[in-house]
């Protein structure tokens, strides 16, 4: 059995949405914080248990009979996640699995200065130390473009901060290429990058959206101070806006520069590309 976390979340979600279409519905289950979100996948034959990262019992539980857990990595900046990790580890241990795998981060090395780097930095290592075989799955940013870029399609700019070569990746595709792991017998040890295939600036971006649209977009660079009061004047907390722009600034220092080859590999074909996603986003 294939036990997956974070389910009634997008990525999470989304695998087991492709594990669905690899396997049959009563070897997968779900450890998700709320049942009742998830009762899509009961109904459809999906084992769904209660598993929360803060109640280790219910995650040995939810783990139970499991060889492999998706570890999906939580999403609140204001709990201490690292330790709400271990938790997640230590009950997968306990249950008896084989192999765990952790949605990590690309660039997730010691010295990026976009904070969380330093979680995925450390719970690798908890990784690392803990009994069992384990895949950190580096996945490359993979948020909206329209939310990446702001409303270029109205203003005709990309307007954000200075940047440098990021490989801009679909999270549907890293979904894919999660069950496409999690199901088959190529045996991918320790940290791996799933990124698009290209790393490109807003500059490379406002080239490719001239050329789909027919007009120019021009790339403009706000300093960093004027954007972030522009996000805060636009509604956005400050403390979102800084970590945003802390991932621009890790941009610029090149720790998303690498894109890789592997999705691909796995997914056996040319993952979407920026040119891709901009030409669904304009006929949308
Ligand atoms: N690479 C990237 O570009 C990128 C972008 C955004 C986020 N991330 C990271 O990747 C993760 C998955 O991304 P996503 O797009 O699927 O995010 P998401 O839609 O916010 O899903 C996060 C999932 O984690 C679950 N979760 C959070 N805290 C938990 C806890 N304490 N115990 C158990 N489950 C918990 C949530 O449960 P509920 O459904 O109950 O809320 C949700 O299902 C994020 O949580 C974040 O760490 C990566």
Known sequence: MIVVTGATGGLGGATVEHLLKRMPADRIGVSVRD???????ADRGVRVRQGSYEDPAALRKSFAGAEQVLLVSGNDPSADLVSLHRNAIEAAVAAGVRRILYTSQQGAVPGNPYPPSAL???????????PVAWTALRNGAYGPLDQVLGPWQETGEIAQPADGPVPYTDRDDIAEATAVILTGDRTLDGPVDLTAPTAVTFADVAGIASALTGRPITRVVPGD?????????RGAPEQLARLLLSF????????????????AELLGREPASVANRLAADITA
């Open 225 to 233: 101070e004027q954007w972030v009061a522009d996000r805060i004047a």
């Open 248 to 263: 621009y600034r890790a941009s610029r220092a090149n720790y998303f520069a690498e894109a890789s080859p592997l999705l």
């Open 120 to 130: 995925h930095v450390a719970t690798e290592a908890i990784l690392a130390e803990s």
């Open 35 to 41: 049942v009742s979100k998830a009762q899509h996948l």
